[in-house]
Protein backbone atom coordinates (compact mmCIF):
# COMPACT_ATOMS: atom_id res chain seq x y z
CA UNK A 1 0.00 0.00 0.00
CA UNK A 2 2.91 2.23 0.38
CA UNK A 3 4.92 3.86 -2.65
CA UNK A 4 7.87 5.78 -1.44
CA UNK A 5 5.97 8.45 1.17
CA UNK A 6 2.52 8.42 -0.78
CA UNK A 7 -0.13 5.97 -0.61
CA UNK A 8 -0.43 4.16 -4.11
CA UNK A 9 -4.26 5.55 -4.19
CA UNK A 10 -3.64 8.99 -3.58
CA UNK A 11 -0.25 8.74 -6.24
CA UNK A 12 -3.20 7.06 -8.81
CA UNK A 13 -5.41 9.74 -7.99
CA UNK A 14 -8.38 7.47 -7.21
CA UNK A 15 -11.90 8.07 -6.17
CA UNK A 16 -11.61 5.05 -4.15
CA UNK A 17 -8.35 6.17 -1.24
CA UNK A 18 -9.08 4.01 1.47
CA UNK A 19 -9.54 0.22 2.96
CA UNK A 20 -12.59 1.50 4.99
CA UNK A 21 -14.22 3.47 1.98
CA UNK A 22 -14.06 0.18 0.26
CA UNK A 23 -15.03 -1.62 2.97
CA UNK A 24 -18.56 0.58 2.97
CA UNK A 25 -18.82 -0.10 -0.75
CA UNK A 26 -18.78 -3.15 -0.27
CA UNK A 27 -20.96 -3.66 2.39
CA UNK A 28 -23.86 -1.38 0.21
CA UNK A 29 -23.42 -4.07 -2.49
CA UNK A 30 -23.72 -7.15 -0.23
CA UNK A 31 -26.75 -5.66 1.70
CA UNK A 32 -28.41 -4.98 -2.11
CA UNK A 33 -28.03 -8.97 -3.02
CA UNK A 34 -29.02 -9.83 0.46
CA UNK A 35 -25.58 -11.61 1.33
CA UNK A 36 -24.46 -11.08 5.21
CA UNK A 37 -21.44 -8.30 5.68
CA UNK A 38 -19.33 -10.75 8.27
CA UNK A 39 -17.80 -11.99 5.59
CA UNK A 40 -15.83 -9.43 4.52
CA UNK A 41 -12.11 -9.08 4.94
CA UNK A 42 -9.41 -7.45 4.74
CA UNK A 43 -9.31 -4.60 1.36
CA UNK A 44 -6.78 -4.58 -0.68
CA UNK A 45 -5.51 -2.60 -3.03
CA UNK A 46 -4.91 -4.13 -6.83
CA UNK A 47 -2.83 -1.02 -8.53
CA UNK A 48 -2.12 -3.19 -11.89
CA UNK A 49 -5.99 -3.10 -12.48
CA UNK A 50 -7.17 -0.09 -10.37
CA UNK A 51 -9.45 -1.76 -8.40
CA UNK A 52 -9.86 -3.26 -4.86
CA UNK A 53 -10.24 -6.52 -3.96
CA UNK A 54 -12.18 -8.02 -0.48
CA UNK A 55 -12.22 -11.47 -0.28
CA UNK A 56 -15.17 -13.27 1.66
CA UNK A 57 -14.71 -16.95 3.05
CA UNK A 58 -17.54 -19.03 4.56
CA UNK A 59 -17.02 -22.32 2.52
CA UNK A 60 -14.22 -23.86 2.87
CA UNK A 61 -14.83 -26.30 0.63
CA UNK A 62 -16.30 -23.36 -2.31
CA UNK A 63 -14.14 -21.51 -4.51
CA UNK A 64 -13.05 -18.67 -2.80
CA UNK A 65 -15.07 -15.38 -3.19
CA UNK A 66 -14.30 -12.04 -3.98
CA UNK A 67 -15.94 -8.52 -4.63
CA UNK A 68 -14.25 -6.01 -7.03
CA UNK A 69 -14.65 -2.26 -6.42
CA UNK A 70 -13.38 -0.01 -9.56
CA UNK A 71 -11.33 2.42 -7.87
CA UNK A 72 -11.35 5.18 -10.02
CA UNK A 73 -15.44 4.79 -10.61
CA UNK A 74 -16.10 4.06 -6.87
CA UNK A 75 -18.15 1.25 -8.14
CA UNK A 76 -18.42 -1.79 -7.78
CA UNK A 77 -17.09 -4.51 -10.52
CA UNK A 78 -19.84 -6.99 -11.04
CA UNK A 79 -18.42 -8.32 -14.28
CA UNK A 80 -15.32 -9.05 -12.14
CA UNK A 81 -16.57 -9.77 -9.04
CA UNK A 82 -17.74 -13.29 -7.87
CA UNK A 83 -21.00 -14.54 -8.94
CA UNK A 84 -24.30 -13.55 -6.53
CA UNK A 85 -24.55 -18.05 -6.56
CA UNK A 86 -20.84 -18.35 -5.05
CA UNK A 87 -21.98 -15.31 -2.21
CA UNK A 88 -24.85 -17.04 -1.48
CA UNK A 89 -22.96 -20.24 -0.69
CA UNK A 90 -20.04 -18.72 1.51
CA UNK A 91 -23.15 -16.74 3.49
CA UNK A 92 -24.88 -19.97 4.49
CA UNK A 93 -21.92 -21.68 5.49
CA UNK A 94 -21.10 -19.25 7.22
CA UNK A 95 -24.50 -18.84 9.38
CA UNK A 96 -24.31 -22.66 10.15
CA UNK A 97 -21.14 -22.46 11.76
CA UNK A 98 -22.01 -18.90 13.80
CA UNK A 99 -25.15 -21.29 15.01
CA UNK A 100 -23.03 -24.16 15.72
CA UNK A 101 -20.33 -22.23 18.00
CA UNK A 102 -23.63 -20.66 19.95
CA UNK A 103 -24.22 -23.96 20.91
CA UNK A 104 -20.85 -24.82 21.88
CA UNK A 105 -20.05 -24.39 25.42
CA UNK A 106 -16.55 -23.22 26.09
CA UNK A 107 -14.46 -25.47 27.88
CA UNK A 108 -13.53 -24.52 31.94
CA UNK A 109 -10.97 -22.31 32.82
CA UNK A 110 -10.49 -21.82 28.82
CA UNK A 111 -9.35 -17.84 27.79
CA UNK A 112 -12.06 -17.22 25.26
CA UNK A 113 -10.71 -16.08 21.75
CA UNK A 114 -13.63 -16.50 19.76
CA UNK A 115 -17.21 -16.97 19.84
CA UNK A 116 -19.06 -15.50 21.53
CA UNK A 117 -17.20 -12.85 22.76
CA UNK A 118 -13.13 -11.30 21.26
CA UNK A 119 -10.13 -12.26 22.09
CA UNK A 120 -8.60 -11.02 26.08
CA UNK A 121 -5.80 -9.97 26.95
CA UNK A 122 -3.09 -12.67 28.61
CA UNK A 123 -2.98 -12.99 32.02
CA UNK A 124 0.38 -14.48 32.06
CA UNK A 125 3.75 -12.28 33.47
CA UNK A 126 6.79 -13.21 32.15
CA UNK A 127 7.50 -17.00 32.70
CA UNK A 128 11.15 -19.03 32.70
CA UNK A 129 10.56 -22.59 33.48
CA UNK A 130 12.89 -25.67 33.65
CA UNK A 131 11.20 -28.90 32.40
CA UNK A 132 9.92 -31.15 29.59
CA UNK A 133 7.87 -28.55 27.34
CA UNK A 134 5.77 -31.44 26.26
CA UNK A 135 4.90 -31.97 30.09
CA UNK A 136 5.42 -28.48 31.74
CA UNK A 137 3.27 -26.70 29.23
CA UNK A 138 -0.28 -28.56 30.39
CA UNK A 139 0.38 -25.90 33.60
CA UNK A 140 -0.76 -22.96 31.52
CA UNK A 141 -4.17 -22.15 30.48
CA UNK A 142 -5.48 -22.18 27.03
CA UNK A 143 -5.69 -19.14 25.15
CA UNK A 144 -3.02 -17.45 26.98
CA UNK A 145 -0.16 -17.36 24.45
CA UNK A 146 -0.45 -14.84 21.30
CA UNK A 147 2.50 -16.04 19.50
CA UNK A 148 4.91 -19.25 19.31
CA UNK A 149 8.21 -18.94 17.91
CA UNK A 150 10.57 -21.79 18.21
CA UNK A 151 13.60 -24.09 16.42
CA UNK A 152 13.74 -27.46 17.82
CA UNK A 153 16.46 -29.05 18.52
CA UNK A 154 18.22 -30.45 15.47
CA UNK A 155 17.14 -34.37 15.51
CA UNK A 156 21.37 -35.56 14.60
CA UNK A 157 23.18 -32.72 16.80
CA UNK A 158 26.07 -34.36 19.24
CA UNK A 159 25.72 -36.07 21.94
CA UNK A 160 26.55 -33.54 24.46
CA UNK A 161 23.43 -31.44 22.77
CA UNK A 162 20.36 -33.47 22.13
CA UNK A 163 19.96 -36.91 22.11
CA UNK A 164 17.18 -39.35 20.66
CA UNK A 165 16.66 -43.24 20.49
CA UNK A 166 15.15 -42.43 17.00
CA UNK A 167 13.64 -39.99 14.49
CA UNK A 168 10.32 -41.31 15.21
CA UNK A 169 11.12 -40.66 19.03
CA UNK A 170 12.13 -37.03 17.73
CA UNK A 171 8.88 -36.79 15.42
CA UNK A 172 6.90 -37.78 18.67
CA UNK A 173 7.94 -34.85 20.82
CA UNK A 174 7.60 -32.65 18.40
CA UNK A 175 4.07 -33.80 18.20
CA UNK A 176 3.38 -34.03 22.09
CA UNK A 177 5.13 -30.05 22.05
CA UNK A 178 3.48 -28.79 19.17
CA UNK A 179 -0.21 -30.28 20.20
CA UNK A 180 0.25 -28.16 23.68
CA UNK A 181 1.05 -24.99 21.38
CA UNK A 182 -2.17 -25.42 19.63
CA UNK A 183 -4.33 -25.62 22.84
CA UNK A 184 -2.26 -22.29 24.51
CA UNK A 185 -2.47 -20.43 20.87
CA UNK A 186 -5.33 -17.76 20.95
CA UNK A 187 -7.44 -18.23 17.62
CA UNK A 188 -6.52 -16.95 14.82
CA UNK A 189 -2.97 -16.59 16.39
CA UNK A 190 0.78 -17.27 14.56
CA UNK A 191 3.18 -19.97 15.27
CA UNK A 192 6.87 -19.63 13.64
CA UNK A 193 9.08 -22.70 13.62
CA UNK A 194 12.61 -22.37 12.03
CA UNK A 195 13.59 -26.28 10.86
CA UNK A 196 15.50 -27.79 7.80
CA UNK A 197 16.88 -31.10 6.65
CA UNK A 198 19.38 -32.59 8.68
CA UNK A 199 22.12 -34.29 7.12
CA UNK A 200 22.87 -38.11 8.43
CA UNK A 201 26.60 -38.71 7.55
CA UNK A 202 27.18 -42.31 6.43
CA UNK A 203 29.50 -44.96 8.71
CA UNK A 204 31.77 -46.03 6.18
CA UNK A 205 32.99 -46.06 2.42
CA UNK A 206 30.33 -48.58 1.99
CA UNK A 207 27.32 -46.63 3.10
CA UNK A 208 25.89 -43.13 1.71
CA UNK A 209 25.06 -40.36 3.82
CA UNK A 210 21.50 -39.25 3.68
CA UNK A 211 19.43 -36.15 4.19
CA UNK A 212 15.96 -36.06 6.27
CA UNK A 213 13.79 -34.06 4.87
CA UNK A 214 12.36 -33.23 8.71
CA UNK A 215 10.51 -29.63 7.65
CA UNK A 216 7.64 -31.75 5.54
CA UNK A 217 7.35 -34.33 8.22
CA UNK A 218 7.12 -31.01 11.10
CA UNK A 219 4.20 -29.72 8.11
CA UNK A 220 2.48 -32.95 8.31
CA UNK A 221 1.96 -32.71 12.27
CA UNK A 222 1.17 -29.30 12.27
CA UNK A 223 -1.57 -29.30 9.96
CA UNK A 224 -2.64 -32.47 11.49
CA UNK A 225 -3.07 -31.14 14.65
CA UNK A 226 -4.87 -27.89 13.45
CA UNK A 227 -3.09 -25.73 11.99
CA UNK A 228 -3.21 -23.98 8.54
CA UNK A 229 0.20 -23.60 6.33
CA UNK A 230 1.10 -19.98 5.74
CA UNK A 231 4.26 -19.19 4.44
CA UNK A 232 7.60 -20.60 3.78
CA UNK A 233 10.42 -17.87 4.37
CA UNK A 234 14.14 -19.13 3.70
CA UNK A 235 16.71 -17.93 6.24
CA UNK A 236 19.95 -17.31 3.71
CA UNK A 237 23.16 -17.61 5.21
CA UNK A 238 26.48 -15.96 3.79
CA UNK A 239 27.35 -18.79 0.90
CA UNK A 240 30.28 -20.04 2.92
CA UNK A 241 27.85 -20.98 6.08
CA UNK A 242 27.88 -24.40 5.01
CA UNK A 243 30.96 -25.68 3.40
CA UNK A 244 31.99 -26.85 7.05
CA UNK A 245 29.92 -30.02 5.93
CA UNK A 246 31.74 -31.16 3.54
CA UNK A 247 28.77 -30.79 1.28
CA UNK A 248 29.77 -30.82 -2.47
CA UNK A 249 33.45 -31.28 -1.94
CA UNK A 250 33.79 -34.25 -3.91
CA UNK A 251 31.71 -32.94 -6.79
CA UNK A 252 34.04 -29.55 -6.27
CA UNK A 253 37.13 -32.08 -7.10
CA UNK A 254 35.89 -34.33 -10.29
CA UNK A 255 32.88 -32.96 -11.28
CA UNK A 256 31.41 -36.15 -11.91
CA UNK A 257 27.44 -36.01 -12.76
CA UNK A 258 25.31 -37.98 -10.32
CA UNK A 259 27.28 -36.65 -7.63
CA UNK A 260 26.32 -32.82 -7.49
CA UNK A 261 24.93 -31.98 -3.72
CA UNK A 262 24.49 -27.81 -3.41
CA UNK A 263 26.19 -26.32 -0.41
CA UNK A 264 23.46 -25.69 1.93
CA UNK A 265 23.03 -22.04 3.12
CA UNK A 266 19.35 -21.98 4.35
CA UNK A 267 16.74 -22.97 6.32
CA UNK A 268 13.03 -22.72 6.90
CA UNK A 269 11.15 -20.32 8.74
CA UNK A 270 7.51 -22.44 8.52
CA UNK A 271 4.79 -19.40 9.37
CA UNK A 272 1.18 -21.45 10.62
CA UNK A 273 -2.09 -19.75 11.94
CA UNK A 274 -3.99 -21.86 14.43
CA UNK A 275 -7.02 -23.22 11.90
CA UNK A 276 -9.91 -20.75 12.36
CA UNK A 277 -12.82 -19.36 9.90
CA UNK A 278 -12.14 -15.71 10.89
CA UNK A 279 -9.87 -13.75 8.69
CA UNK A 280 -7.19 -12.01 9.82
CA UNK A 281 -8.43 -8.65 9.98
CA UNK A 282 -11.15 -10.27 12.98
CA UNK A 283 -7.70 -10.38 14.92
CA UNK A 284 -6.80 -6.63 14.32
CA UNK A 285 -10.44 -5.28 14.91
CA UNK A 286 -11.27 -7.33 17.77
CA UNK A 287 -8.18 -6.98 19.52
CA UNK A 288 -8.78 -5.70 23.42
CA UNK A 289 -6.39 -3.17 23.46
CA UNK A 290 -6.36 -0.93 19.83
CA UNK A 291 -3.52 1.39 21.35
CA UNK A 292 -1.39 -1.83 20.88
CA UNK A 293 -2.08 -2.73 17.49
CA UNK A 294 -1.73 1.13 16.21
CA UNK A 295 2.05 0.79 18.35
CA UNK A 296 3.13 -2.06 17.23
CA UNK A 297 3.10 -0.92 12.83
CA UNK A 298 5.53 -2.00 10.76
CA UNK A 299 8.20 0.67 10.17
CA UNK A 300 9.91 1.02 6.27
CA UNK A 301 12.51 -1.05 6.04
CA UNK A 302 10.86 -4.40 6.61
CA UNK A 303 11.67 -7.48 4.51
CA UNK A 304 9.56 -7.97 1.47
CA UNK A 305 10.09 -11.03 0.33
CA UNK A 306 10.52 -14.74 2.13
CA UNK A 307 14.19 -14.89 1.83
CA UNK A 308 16.07 -13.24 4.46
CA UNK A 309 19.71 -12.76 4.42
CA UNK A 310 21.07 -12.53 7.92
CA UNK A 311 24.68 -14.31 9.10
CA UNK A 312 24.57 -17.05 11.12
CA UNK A 313 25.18 -16.22 15.09
CA UNK A 314 27.15 -17.83 17.97
CA UNK A 315 27.16 -17.44 21.71
CA UNK A 316 29.58 -19.34 23.99
CA UNK A 317 26.72 -20.02 26.46
CA UNK A 318 25.05 -22.25 23.59
CA UNK A 319 26.35 -24.63 20.53
CA UNK A 320 23.43 -23.70 18.52
CA UNK A 321 21.70 -20.36 18.52
CA UNK A 322 19.87 -18.12 16.21
CA UNK A 323 20.31 -14.58 15.46
CA UNK A 324 18.23 -11.98 17.84
CA UNK A 325 17.77 -10.21 14.31
CA UNK A 326 16.01 -13.38 12.79
CA UNK A 327 13.91 -13.57 16.67
CA UNK A 328 12.99 -9.64 16.08
CA UNK A 329 11.66 -10.13 12.76
CA UNK A 330 9.54 -13.03 13.77
CA UNK A 331 8.33 -10.94 16.86
CA UNK A 332 7.82 -7.73 15.47
CA UNK A 333 5.64 -9.22 12.36
CA UNK A 334 3.63 -11.44 13.99
CA UNK A 335 2.73 -10.40 17.25
CA UNK A 336 1.78 -7.19 18.76
CA UNK A 337 2.81 -5.05 21.85
CA UNK A 338 2.24 -6.73 25.12
CA UNK A 339 1.59 -10.24 23.42
CA UNK A 340 2.85 -13.23 25.05
CA UNK A 341 5.42 -15.28 23.14
CA UNK A 342 6.15 -18.37 23.98
CA UNK A 343 9.37 -20.63 22.77
CA UNK A 344 9.23 -23.75 24.15
CA UNK A 345 12.85 -25.11 23.36
CA UNK A 346 14.23 -21.63 24.54
CA UNK A 347 17.83 -22.84 24.71
CA UNK A 348 19.90 -19.74 25.61
CA UNK A 349 16.24 -17.47 25.34
CA UNK A 350 16.98 -15.79 22.21
CA UNK A 351 13.84 -15.59 21.79
CA UNK A 352 12.74 -13.92 24.87
CA UNK A 353 15.44 -11.36 24.89
CA UNK A 354 13.56 -10.17 21.64
CA UNK A 355 10.20 -10.13 23.15
CA UNK A 356 11.39 -8.08 25.83
CA UNK A 357 13.05 -5.67 23.72
CA UNK A 358 10.02 -5.55 21.58
CA UNK A 359 7.94 -4.87 25.16
CA UNK A 360 6.04 -8.51 24.60
CA UNK A 361 5.63 -10.64 27.37
CA UNK A 362 7.85 -13.70 27.24
CA UNK A 363 7.35 -17.57 28.23
CA UNK A 364 10.16 -19.63 27.61
CA UNK A 365 11.06 -23.31 28.65
CA UNK A 366 13.54 -25.34 28.45
CA UNK A 367 14.89 -29.07 30.16
CA UNK A 368 18.60 -28.15 30.68
CA UNK A 369 19.30 -25.98 34.03
CA UNK A 370 22.19 -24.66 32.66
CA UNK A 371 19.85 -22.81 29.64
CA UNK A 372 18.00 -21.66 32.63
CA UNK A 373 20.96 -19.89 34.43
CA UNK A 374 22.14 -18.40 30.90
CA UNK A 375 18.32 -16.36 31.45
CA UNK A 376 19.00 -15.44 34.81
CA UNK A 377 22.36 -13.95 34.00
CA UNK A 378 20.39 -12.29 31.13
CA UNK A 379 17.66 -10.80 33.17
CA UNK A 380 20.29 -9.39 35.98
CA UNK A 381 21.62 -7.31 33.20
CA UNK A 382 18.53 -5.92 31.96
CA UNK A 383 18.16 -8.62 28.82
CA UNK A 384 15.04 -9.98 30.34
CA UNK A 385 12.01 -8.56 32.03
CA UNK A 386 13.54 -7.70 35.76
CA UNK A 387 9.91 -9.49 37.26
CA UNK A 388 10.21 -12.90 35.39
CA UNK A 389 8.79 -15.89 37.43
CA UNK A 390 11.41 -18.33 37.57
CA UNK A 391 9.62 -22.13 37.72
CA UNK A 392 10.63 -25.77 38.14
CA UNK A 393 9.16 -28.93 37.12
CA UNK A 394 10.56 -30.35 40.01
CA UNK A 395 9.42 -27.53 42.34
CA UNK A 396 5.65 -28.78 40.90
CA UNK A 397 5.05 -25.31 39.16
CA UNK A 398 2.38 -24.23 41.30
CA UNK A 399 4.48 -20.50 41.85
CA UNK A 400 2.53 -18.18 43.36
CA UNK A 401 2.11 -16.06 40.57
CA UNK A 402 0.04 -19.22 38.82
CA UNK A 403 -2.30 -19.28 41.76
CA UNK A 404 -4.49 -16.56 40.03
CA UNK A 405 -5.09 -17.78 36.60
CA UNK A 406 -8.11 -19.00 35.20
CA UNK A 407 -7.04 -23.02 34.10
CA UNK A 408 -3.45 -22.95 35.81
CA UNK A 409 -1.62 -25.33 37.40
CA UNK A 410 -2.07 -24.03 40.66
CA UNK A 411 -4.90 -26.20 43.06
CA UNK A 412 -5.32 -28.33 40.01
CA UNK A 413 -6.08 -31.98 41.56
CA UNK A 414 -3.17 -34.27 40.61
CA UNK A 415 -3.71 -35.77 37.62
CA UNK A 416 -5.98 -33.12 36.27
CA UNK A 417 -6.01 -31.05 33.03
CA UNK A 418 -5.96 -27.28 32.31
CA UNK A 419 -9.72 -27.74 31.82
CA UNK A 420 -10.91 -30.22 34.76
CA UNK A 421 -10.58 -33.16 32.61
CA UNK A 422 -8.27 -35.65 32.87
CA UNK A 423 -4.36 -34.54 31.80
CA UNK A 424 -3.29 -36.26 28.38
CA UNK A 425 -0.11 -36.19 29.45
CA UNK A 426 1.16 -33.56 27.57
CA UNK A 427 -0.37 -35.44 24.06
CA UNK A 428 -2.64 -33.33 21.93
CA UNK A 429 -6.07 -34.90 20.90
CA UNK A 430 -6.41 -32.46 18.73
CA UNK A 431 -6.32 -34.86 15.53
CA UNK A 432 -5.35 -38.13 14.48
CA UNK A 433 -1.71 -38.83 14.43
CA UNK A 434 0.38 -40.22 11.54
CA UNK A 435 3.24 -40.51 14.54
CA UNK A 436 2.84 -42.56 17.63
CA UNK A 437 5.81 -44.32 18.13
CA UNK A 438 6.39 -45.92 21.45
CA UNK A 439 8.76 -43.22 23.59
CA UNK A 440 11.87 -44.75 23.83
CA UNK A 441 13.95 -42.45 27.05
CA UNK A 442 14.39 -38.92 26.77
CA UNK A 443 15.36 -35.58 24.82
CA UNK A 444 18.59 -34.96 26.37
CA UNK A 445 19.20 -31.02 26.55
CA UNK A 446 18.61 -29.98 22.62
CA UNK A 447 16.92 -26.91 22.54
CA UNK A 448 17.49 -24.12 20.07
CA UNK A 449 17.55 -20.59 20.43
Known sequence: MIAGDRLVAERRRYTVTTAAAARRLARAHLARVGVHEGLLGLPEIDDRYHVWRISLSGDASAPPAEIVIDAYEAVVDTARSSRLALLQQHSAAAGRRATKARQRREPSGALSHGEPGSPRLSPLPDLA?????????????????DLVFTSPPYFNARRSYAEFASYQEYLYLLERVFGQCHRLL?????LVVNVSPVLVRRVGRSSASRRIPVPFHVNAILEELGFEFLDDIHWMKPAGAGWALGRGRR????????????????????????????LLDWNLRCHPDPEAVRASLIADGYERTNVWQLPPSSDRRHPAPFPEALAERVVSYYSFRGDVVLDPFAGSGTTGRAAHRLARRSVAVDIDPA?????????????????TMWLD?????????????????AGRAPGEGPTG???TGGRSTGGRSTVRPRRVGRARRGNRG
Not at 132 to 143: E, I, K, T
Not at 255 to 273: A, H, I, M, N
Open 421 to 423: RPS
Open 371 to 387: ALAVMRADAAAGLLASG
Open 393 to 409: EDGGLAGPGLAGLPGSV
Open 129 to 145: IRGDAASVLDALPSGSV
Open 186 to 190: GEGRF
Open 251 to 278: FAADRQPLQYKPVVVTEYLLVYRRATDK
